[in-house]
C-alpha cells in the first residue's frame, strides 16, 4: 500500500479527552480530518510535483525519498521548536543541573543541523514552522518530558521508515545515523527527569511516551531494540505529528490553539567534529 493510500483510507474520529497518554494514538486519525491543509495534507503531491534534485555528493531522488525527506524536515523543525522553548522558557529547565541544561542545549543543535542536511538534499524548507502542544507543554516539568519522549520516540521511527524505504544506501545509512542521534536524545530526556527539582514537581520517577503507559527512569536506556510503532511508511508519521503543525487537527486532539510557537532556524554547532556530517558516507 501507498503512502498515499493510507492517507485517503484514514478514518476521521471525534476528539476525545486530552490525555497525555494517547494524544499521538489520537493524531494519526484525526489527522485525515485536514488532509486537505498546505502542511500536511497536500504534502505528498507537492513534494512529487518538485523538480527532481541531487543530495550534497548523493543521488538524484525519487519521490519517495523527497517525501521522507520533507517529512523529517517537519520533524526536525518541530524537534528544534521543542528545544528552543524548553531552554527558553520552561521554568524547570533553570533548575536542572548543568549537564543535564547541556544535554538539552547540544540536542537543540543536533535537530537544527539534521534540519539543514535535509533541507539540502530536498532543495525545500519545511511547509510548516508553526507549531502546537498539548496543554501545559513547557510550563510543567512532567507534561514537557512526556511530550518530549513521544516526540523522540516518533522521531525515530520515522527514521526507520526511510531505513525501509530510501532508495540508496548513502541515503539509508544517513537516515539510520539520525535515527541513532534521535535515540540518545530519547535517553538522556529520561536522565533528565529524576533531576527535576522539588520546585518543580520532581524528582519524576516515570516519563510517558508513544507507548501511552508510565515507564520508569530507572534505567533510562530502556530498550533493547528501537521501537518501529510498526509504521512501515511516512504517510503514519506524517499523520501522528499533524496536530503539532495544523491548528484544526491541534484543537480536535485536544491540545492548547491559545499558543502557537514559531520555527526559528540558526547556525548549529555541533559538540565534536568527530561527529560532524562529513559525506554520506560518513567519512
Not at 55 to 84: K, N, Q, S
Not at 103 to 118: D, F, I, P, T, W
Not at 217 to 245: K, M
Request: glycine fraction near 8%; aromatic fraction near 8%.
Amino acid at each position: 500500500m501507498t503512502d498515499e493510500e493510507i492517507l485517503a483510507g484514514s478514518q476521521i474520529e471525534g476528539p476525545r479527552s486530552p490525555d497525555r497518554r494517547s494524544f499521538l494514538k489520537r493524531a494519526s486519525v484525526v489527522s485525515a480530518a485536514v488532509a486537505g491543509s498546505l502542511a500536511f495534507g497536500g504534502l505528498l503531491k507537492a513534494s512529487e510535483a518538485s523538480a527532481e534534485s541531487k543530495p550534497r555528493g548523493g543521488p538524484a531522488l525519487t519521490p519517495t525519498d523527497r517525501d521522507i525527506l520533507i517529512a523529517a524536515e517537519i520533524a526536525e523543525a518541530l524537534a528544534g521548536t521543542t528545544y528552543t522553548n524548553i531552554i527558553n522558557t520552561a521554568p524547570f529547565f533553570a533548575n536542572l543541573a548543568s549537564d543535564d541544561q547541556g544535554y538539552l542545549k547540544a540536542a537543540r543543535h543536533e535537530e537544527m543541523s539534521h534540519y539543514l542536511l535535509e533541507q539540502s538534499a530536498s532543495k525545500q524548507p519545511s511547509p510548516s514552522t508553526t507549531f502546537f502542544y498539548p496543554p501545559n507543554m513547557f510550563t510543567d516539568a512532567q507534561t514537557t518530558l512526556n511530550v518530549l519522549v513521544t516526540l523522540e520516540d516518533a522521531f525515530i521511527a520515522a527514521y526507520l521508515v526511510g531505513v525501509r524505504r530510501f532508495s540508496t544506501p548513502d541515503l539509508r545509512v544517513t537516515a539510520a545515523r539520525i535515527m541513532g542521534i534521535e535515540s540518545d536524545h530519547r535517553t538522556l530526556a529520561r536522565v533528565v527527569a529524576p533531576g527535576v527539582a522539588a520546585a518543580d514537581g520532581g524528582p519524576i520517577e516515570t516519563i510517558t511516551g508513544f507507548a501511552g503507559v508510565p515507564e520508569s527512569v530507572d534505567p533510562p536506556n530502556n530498550n533493547g531494540y528501537e521501537r518501529t510503532l510498526c509504521w512501515e511508511h511516512i504517510s503514519q508519521a506524517v499523520q501522528a505529528l499533524t496536530p503539532f503543525a495544523d491548528v484544526n487537527a491541534a484543537a480536535n486532539a485536544g491540545f492548547d490553539t491559545s499558543r502557537s510557537f514559531k520555527f526559528e532556524p540558526f547556525t548549529p554547532v555541533l559538540p565534536n567534529p568527530l561527529g560532524d556530517f562529513i559525506s554520506f558516507k560518513g567519512c
